[in-house]
């Protein structure tokens, strides 16, 4: 049974009870983090850390706890589900007022601070997805203006990432106006004559974590890489597609749209990146 915090406690997940008047259930009004640990290590923390409290002030909740705060209570719940392999999951929404109304509650409540952890499988260099790739299609961007909040409000990327499901595929690309953004649940990469591409960070898409860990080893690594914009047909026309989140890691697309993506295998440049990685968190968790 798995170990949950919820509002300053440690329980069993069968527990924990919120009430239904909580904003998060009522709206949606919260914010999130996905923070992977390997060995019991939590994973680019302190990044992980500032982008919640980007995410907090972009809904004007005030930060319950200041970041050794955070690391003590997430370290704890990781230790208590047993270290090892794991992706901690962190909410925090508006909280539990009398009345439902749209309007913040005068005076504001306490907020509701849960977070929970799942077995994380850790991709290796020889996963299904490293040595055959993934597939994607893409499809139009149907989401607000403020991609770059971690907002619990995730009902259009839930639609995207099921209708890739549905058409056998594991991620939707998002077209906005011509142009590429992002994946419903992760950042997207292409190469095209041995350069990397990336949209830049803006409003649309959400800057991830492992989204600026690949470019700050690709810099590292002397590996071309710019922040720019992607039009479709670029995409389409892409020597390689990757596609990175703090769960997955950087994967190879090598189908879009049920058409290949370069020969249809993962990339040269994917190879040389994927080995980067993994060095790197060697290097922090020892996996
Ligand atoms: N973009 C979206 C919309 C996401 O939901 C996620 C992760 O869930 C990402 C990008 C990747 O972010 P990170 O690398 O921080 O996991």
């Known amino acids: 049974?798995?170990?949950?915090?919820?509002?300053?406690?440690?329980?069993?997940?069968?527990?924990?009870?919120?009430?239904?008047?909580?904003?998060?259930?009522?709206f949606a009004d919260g914010v999130y983090e996905v923070i992977p640990a390997f060995n019991g290590v939590l994973f680019r923390f302190e990044e992980h850390l500032r982008r919640l409290e980007r995410s907090l002030s972009a809904l004007y909740l005030i930060n319950p706890h200041d970041r050794a705060?955070?690391?003590?209570?997430?370290?704890?719940?990781?230790?208590?589900?047993?270290?090892?392999?794991?992706?901690?999951?962190?909410?925090?929404?508006?909280?539990?007022?009398?009345?439902?109304?749209?309007?913040?509650?005068?005076?504001?409540?306490?907020?509701?601070?849960?977070?929970?952890?799942?077995?994380?499988?850790?991709?290796?260099?020889?996963?299904?997805?490293?040595?055959?790739?993934?597939?994607?299609?893409?499809?139009?961007?149907?989401?607000?203006?403020?991609?770059?909040?971690?907002?619990?409000?995730?009902?259009p990327n839930i639609l995207l990432r099921q209708q890739a499901i549905a058409s056998g595929a594991r991620e939707a690309i998002l077209i906005h106006d011509g142009f590429v953004t992002e994946g419903a649940a992760s950042n997207v990469f292409i190469v095209k004559d041995g350069e990397i591409a990336t949209p830049?960070?803006?409003?649309?898409?959400?800057?991830?974590?492992?989204?600026?860990?690949?470019?700050?080893?690709?810099?590292?690594?002397?590996?071309?890489?710019?922040?720019?914009?992607?039009?479709?047909?670029?995409l389409g026309d892409a020597d390689e597609v990757w596609i990175s989140s703090s769960t997955r890691d950087v994967v190879p697309v090598v189908s879009l749209d049920g058409r290949p993506v370069g020969d249809g295998r993962p990339g040269e440049t994917w190879k040389i990146l994927a080995r980067h990685y993994i060095a790197f968190k060697r290097r922090l968790c020892g996996v």
């Open 69 to 155: 705060g955070w690391r003590r209570r997430c370290e704890e719940l990781i230790q208590r589900n047993g270290g090892g392999n794991l992706s901690l999951y962190l909410q925090i929404t508006r909280g539990a007022a009398d009345k439902r109304d749209h309007a913040f509650p005068d005076p504001p409540v306490s907020p509701t601070v849960f977070m929970s952890t799942a077995p994380l499988t850790v991709p290796t260099e020889d996963s299904p997805d490293r040595i055959t790739g993934a597939a994607a299609i893409t499809l139009d961007d149907i989401r607000w203006a403020r991609c770059d909040i971690k907002s619990i409000s995730l009902l």
């Open 1 to 26: 049974m798995s170990t949950v915090y919820l509002n300053g406690a440690f329980m069993a997940m069968e527990q924990a009870r919120i009430s239904p008047m909580d904003r998060g259930f009522l």
């Open 200 to 234: 830049p960070a803006s409003h649309a898409i959400l800057g991830g974590i492992t989204r600026d860990l690949v470019i700050e080893l690709c810099r590292e690594q002397d590996l071309p890489l710019r922040e720019r914009e992607i039009s479709e047909a670029e």
